[in-house]
C-alpha cells in the first residue's frame, strides 16, 4: 500500500522536476542617432554704396537687423576712396536698411 502511494509521488516529483520554464532577457537594440544637421547660412550682403544727389554725401543700404557698422564703414572707405575725405557722418537712417552720410575732411 505504501508503494502505491510513494511510486505516483515520485512520478509526479521527477516529471515536475524535468520541466520548467526560463526567461532569458535580451537588451534592446538601441537605434543609432541621426547624424547631426548641418545649416550653412550665407553671409549678410555688402551693402551698397550710391552717391547721393547732394555732393559729397553717400546713400547705404544695408541688411537689418545688425548691418549699419558694415554700412558705415562702407560710407567712410566711398568718401576716402571718391573725394579723399577723411570720414563719414550720419545724415540720416530710416532703420529701414537705407542710410545717408555726409563726406567729413
Known sequence: MKLAIVLPLAAALAVAGCTYKTTKVQPVA?????????????????????AAPSP??????????????????SAIGYC??????????????DHAG?????CVS
Open 30 to 50: 538601441q537605434a543609432p542617432a541621426p547624424a547631426p544637421t548641418v545649416v550653412v547660412t550665407p553671409p549678410p550682403p555688402a551693402p551698397a554704396v550710391v
Open 56 to 73: 559729397q554725401q553717400v546713400m547705404v543700404t544695408y541688411a537689418l537687423p545688425a548691418g549699419f557698422p558694415g554700412a558705415e564703414q
Open 80 to 93: 576716402r576712396t571718391h573725394y579723399g575725405s577723411s570720414g563719414a557722418a550720419l545724415v540720416s537712417d
Open 98 to 102: 537705407h542710410a545717408m552720410f555726409s
